[in-house]
């Protein structure tokens, strides 16, 4: 072997030189034909795409804000993605900042961390730490000035220093350190500045708070028109179910149509009637004798008692009258009564005891993990029948069992389970039944993960927890789960009861049309009738000029409606600019809109009066009702100099006026589906993969 290339040594290394040369030369024009990662398109915004490149400029430019101060990175974006997409809505608006804006800022900066005992920051220390150009790092920060700007044009925010805002930020941290959150919240909403208002913007406002209306109507239904609707064929059905397959019942807009299935439970459960036990307990003559004698100051004698005795000294009667009781014979009755009462609630308190401790004995070998037990395949608990028998043998009452396996039961379902239903959990913690019901286990792992406590609530997207969610939470500690017994549950006759739950199922969206056909081809047939009234507004107008409302509220069936004085939009200081609740109506915007539309199209409270009926009629198609209102206008009430005066807090008006217009597109201007629509941003893949 060696012997060979000793001989071609000389030929060998020509070949690898010659190798060598042509893999050197080979390399660049090869690369040429590779793509490169950075040119990766991660979307588009118009014609333009949004490469890795653009974010890992990004990217860097945030580590560059991040190192000149913290509180700048918390006021610049959420992520690369959204800074990009701010900073081209921001070019396309002319929004930029100068040198000297960028060197205030860091003045800025500077004298509020001395002043907070902090040391000062320089760009050229950052761009040096960071790898980047001083040059680089001003950019950076003046695309920073440049978005709270424009932060400040979407959201309908006025100016605000960069200073102010600092201040404002650096001022909720400390009330975060302290734990006072309304001092945080407050300080928040300051970083973001006041709503953009003017005078004739807040007299309108006010106006609409105060100038009232009066009116007389009646609903027409879709009764008359259920036989002319057609049926609707599969692609309407189909179209339905997707539009409302996530909603509540009742909370898809604007019909009110919703096919998410609720949480359900299948339940079974043993009941002690207090009544039953009471049968059952003897009171013993001298049980009741001693309940008398130590507690004679339950039974006083009363004033006509103490005069038949006839007249006594008065210091002898004032005494006699503080001690005297009545006779054991005239409150034998009462006291077994009560004693019996009290007997029954202990036995029924007993037997339930009882019975929990047979369960949880059955149950006792199942092995446990996080505090519940796991039974294994097959396994099958002791029937509460059997329980019963055993109670009945043991304490001579014969308890209850109610077995609902038969069809699943919603929350408003457990409420009217006889007996059991208004009951409540015996433990230091008062619950109601419902809520321990749907407390099990399956129902606690479908909550959404608990939000970390250092997350800012300010720049979150998820939902805060709703009520019911942390309630179920809160009693998870109880440890409820499907096949086990609950804790003992009292009612308010002193009955006691012990349920198990069979079975457990989520509130979850259907995944087919088939789980809620019947339900979605009857909205399906009524919104088909719907618009068939809604066609026939022309007439029913018609008729109501010319007959007046009472009529047709006769030959339609509806009841005529005379509903108190409303204005359009409530005065409510907690932010709530939804329409007011009208009797007979509803909360519906579009109704209350028409209305005043019309009352305010004549000049004038004394011009409405002197219109005619006809004139002061409308007609208006109420969704969520599935109904068409007549309307007639019999006052309006504008509002008067008194109450424009009473202006209230100039900030807080602000705030409700900006929602009142713009309503969510405030807070959710730069969300990222907002964000997405006003740029055209087309994303190729998710960001969080790059």
């Known amino acids: 072997m060696f012997k060979f290339f000793r001989e071609y040594q000389k030929r060998i290394l020509a070949v690898g030189i010659t190798f060598l040369m042509v893999a050197f030369l080979i390399q660049p024009t090869l690369s040429m034909f590779q793509p490169n990662p950075l040119d990766e398109v991660l979307g588009t915004i118009g014609s333009d795409q949004v490469t890795v490149a653009d974010m890992r400029g990004a990217r860097a430019e945030l580590v560059a804000i991040q190192g000149i101060s913290p509180v700048l990175r918390r006021l610049a974006a959420r992520d690369e993605l959204q800074w990009v997409l701010m900073l081209g809505e921001a070019e396309q608006m002319g929004l930029s900042a100068s040198n000297y804006q960028v060197d205030a800022l860091i003045d800025q900066i500077n004298r509020i961390y001395s002043e907070m005992g902090g040391d000062p920051v320089s760009i050229s220390a950052v761009a040096a730490e960071i790898g980047l150009t001083q040059g680089q790092v001003r950019q950076a920060l003046a695309r920073w000035l440049a978005v709270q700007h424009y932060k ?9 220093s960069a200073d102010e805002r600092l201040i404002h930020f650096l001022a909720a941290g400390q009330y975060l350190q302290m734990g006072y959150f309304p001092g945080v919240g407050a300080e928040l909403a300051a970083t973001r500045g006041r709503p953009r208002t003017s005078e004739p913007m807040r007299r309108w406002f006010q106006n609409d708070q105060h100038a009232g209306v009066k009116i007389t109507a009646t609903a027409v239904g879709i009764d008359e028109y259920l036989d002319q609707a057609p049926e609707p064929d599969a692609a309407a059905l189909t179209e339905l179910f997707e539009q409302f397959k996530d909603d509540e019942p ?12 609720p949480d359900q439970v299948r339940i079974e459960y043993l009941w002690v009637p207090q009544e039953r036990a009471r049968k059952a307990v003897q009171i013993e003559e001298a049980e009741a004798l001693a309940y008398y004698d130590e507690n004679q100051d339950q039974f006083p004698a009363s004033d006509s008692d103490t005069a038949s005795e006839g007249p006594t000294p008065l210091a002898e009667s004032a005494e006699s009258s503080s001690t005297k009781t009545e006779p054991y014979e005239r409150v034998r009755s009462r006291i077994i009564e009560r004693l019996r009462d009290e007997h029954a609630v202990e036995l029924c308190t007993r037997m339930i005891k009882t019975a929990r401790a047979m369960l949880l004995e059955d149950a006792r070998s199942l092995p446990q993990k996080g505090g519940y037990s796991i039974p294994a395949e097959g396994w099958q608990p ?42 409540e959990v015996v433990t230091s913690r008062r619950a109601r039944l419902v809520d321990y019901v ?3 286990k399956p129902f606690i792992d479908a909550l959404p993960p608990v939000r970390k406590k250092d997350q800012n609530p300010q720049e979150s ?3 805060p927890e709703s009520f019911e969610d942390n309630v179920r939470r809160e009693l998870a500690i109880l440890r409820l789960q499907d096949a086990l017994p609950s804790l003992p549950i009292r009612s308010f006759d002193g ?28 909205d399906a047939k009524a919104l088909a ?14 008729t109501a000029k010319q007959d007046g409302i009472t009529a047709v509220a006769e030959s339609s069936g509806g009841p005529v409606l005379s509903p108190d004085s409303f204005v359009r939009r409530p005065n409510s200081r907690q932010g709530d600019m939804s329409a007011p609740d009208i009797d007979g109506v509803g909360s519906s915007e579009d109704f209350v809109s028409a209305v005043f539309n019309l009352a305010t199209s004549f000049e004038g409270g004394v011009a409405l009066a002197s219109a005619t009926p006809a004139d002061r009629t409308l007609a208006v198609g109420v969704d969520a009702a599935l109904s068409l209102y007549l309307v007639r206008i019999d006052r309006y009430e504008p509002m008067t100099r008194r109450q424009y005066k009473q202006t209230p807090d100039s900030t807080t008006m602000d705030t409700l006026i900006l929602q009142a217009v713009v309503g969510d597109a405030a807070s959710d201007a730069l969300a990222d589906d907002a964000l997405y629509a006003r740029t055209s941003f087309s994303p190729n893949r998710g960001e969080q993969d790059e």
Request: hydrophobic residues 35%; aromatic residues 10%.
């Open 152 to 160: 400040e044009l979407v959201t309908g925010l006025e100016h605000i």
């Open 250 to 261: 009742g909370e898809g807009q604007p019909y009110g149509f919703g096919y998410r299935i």
């Open 382 to 423: 002791i029937p509460l029948s059997e329980v019963a028998n055993r109670l009945q043998e043991q304490f001579g009452v014969q308890a209850d069992v109610r077995r609902h396996d038969n069809r699943w039961l919603t929350h408003d379902d457990i409420t009217l389970l006889p007996g059991l239903g208004t009951g």
């Open 438 to 440: 749907f407390s099990s």
């Open 461 to 463: 997207q998820e939902e």
């Open 495 to 522: 009955s006691r009861y012990l349920f198990r739950v069979i079975e457990s199922r989520p509130a979850r969206s259907p995944d087919t049309l088939a789980e809620v056909h019947g339900r979605v081809a009857q």
């Open 529 to 542: 009738a719907y618009r068939l009234l809604l066609a026939d507004r022309d007439r029913w107008l018609a």
